[in-house]
């Protein structure tokens, strides 16, 4: 049985000694360099006897199956359900972080779900989950606990589902990757200022991993924009990054723009008005998107998949539920079209639930 000494000391990969007290991790762009005792920015990766250890091994802040188009992935057999989980920590530092109890976490008491990779993908399995999800704080930083999941997910014909900021270094870039089936990539906005004020990190490792992603793998790839008024809203630089995603990605990548609420540092805003979100949506359709969604409002024509070729439509969502399936071998049956992504025969059958669970 799994149980918490096996969770303690989990030494880490991606990191180098400087000298004799001193470590630097490897994983991600902050290079952290870390004195006898210390941890990272992530707070969850640590020096401990001059070795780098991963202190959340093992220990989720719980369990629970949602849809997939929750995560948000809208292209990736449609309807299906997910095991979802996460740990503590983060390596962004973003003030506006819609799940800043989890990712901001600095009590380890929060991780009370102790659980191995095996474990996990056995539950997923008996619960017929056609995937697992690495999701509620940025799995880059618990890399090696996801990694070896997501390889005892593919034992048992599961798929594997990173939901992250795409904040990593290179060469754990490529080993992350490797196993995973699908990702959401959270762009938070599009110019350094921004990502530095209000991420405290950068963006151009953020596009090097979309490109990455796009050009070198085979990872089913999905892109979030949270939309937060006032911040990042800017019509410029909304169809700036519109133009660079269809430039460098092409015109297939979905992309989602999501409502912010007021969290964490960023109480005094408002919430984003569904004016903007659309007119979000039809900046990045003119740009020459073609799968363009809203998310967090009420907005049926935000949410359905059209064909990019007759604008017939495929996928009708009413939230999370499959409403309409209009697709038969990858293709719009009305005109013959090749719709992008992964899909199955028919639409998985989940619908809005949200159910939490234990391992």
Known sequence: ????????????????????????????????????????????????????ILTTYGRSSGFCIDPIEKKPLNHFYPGT???????AGCNMGCIFCQNWDISKSREMDKL??????????????????ASVAYTYN???????????????CHKLGIKNVAVTA??????????????????????????????????????????DTLIYLKNETKVWLEITNLVIPGVNDNETELKKMC?????????????HFTAFHPAYKL????????NILRKARHLALEAGLNYVYTGNI????????YCPNCYDPLIERHYYEIRKYNLQDHKCANCGYGIKGCFAPQQGDWGNRRLPISI
């Not at 906005?189 to 990190?201: I, L, P």
């Not at 109480?267 to 569904?274: A, F, K, R």
């Not at 009420?298 to 998949?305: I, K, L, N």
């Open 1 to 52: 049985m799994f149980n918490n000494k096996q969770t303690e000391n989990h030494l880490a990969n991606y990191w180098h000694t400087l000298n004799d007290k001193t470590i630097q991790c490897d994983l991600c762009p902050r290079v952290c360099k870390l004195k006898e005792g210390q941890r990272g920015f992530c707070f969850v990766r640590q020096n401990m006897d001059q070795e780098l």
């Open 81 to 87: 359900s997910v095991l979802s989980f996460g740990t």
């Open 112 to 129: 009370q779900t102790i659980a191995s990779p095996k474990q996990i993908a056995t539950k997923a399995k008996s619960l017929n989950c």
């Open 138 to 152: 940025d799995p880059v930083i618990f890399a090696e606990y996801a990694i070896d999941t997501a390889k005892e």
């Open 166 to 207: 795409g904040y990593i270094n290179e060469k754990p870039r490529a080993a992350f990757f490797e196993f995973m089936d699908a990702t959401n990539v959270d762009l938070k906005g599009f110019n350094e200022a921004f990502y530095e004020k209000y991420c405290m990190a950068k963006l151009q490792p953020v596009l």
């Open 243 to 255: 133009d660079w995603i269809f430039k460098n990605l092409g015109p297939n990548v979905p992309l």
């Open 267 to 274: 109480i005094d805003l408002v919430t984003t008005p569904e």
């Open 298 to 305: 009420v907005d049926p024509e935000g949410t359905t998949t």
